[in-house]
């Protein structure tokens, strides 16, 4: 434990800042597994209703750069074109 006022500050400060980057990057994941889950079952009309959502859940993830944001992009790239495959 840090003696030092700021110190102990910045152990509070970085424990609250690790335990929101879970949950954000916990949300990111869930979205990723519900959208897997909807392709998988190839219920086109649930996909493109959830797919803006999805897409705005991953830039808020992005935003924050807990994941960073070309790695978001491919993945949006991949997830589109599957969906695109669905629907045809």
Known sequence: MPNIKSAIRKVKRAKKQSEV????KNRYKQALKKM???IEKKDAKE?????PTFQS???K???TGIIKK???SRKI?????KIKNITK
Request: charged share 40%.
């Open 21 to 24: 980057n879970k949950f954000r």
């Open 36 to 38: 897997q889950k909807l």
């Open 47 to 51: 996909v493109k209703k959830y797919f």
């Open 57 to 59: 859940e991953l830039m």
């Open 61 to 63: 993830v992005a935003k």
């Open 70 to 72: 070309k790695n978001l």
């Open 77 to 81: 790239s991949k997830i589109s074109k």
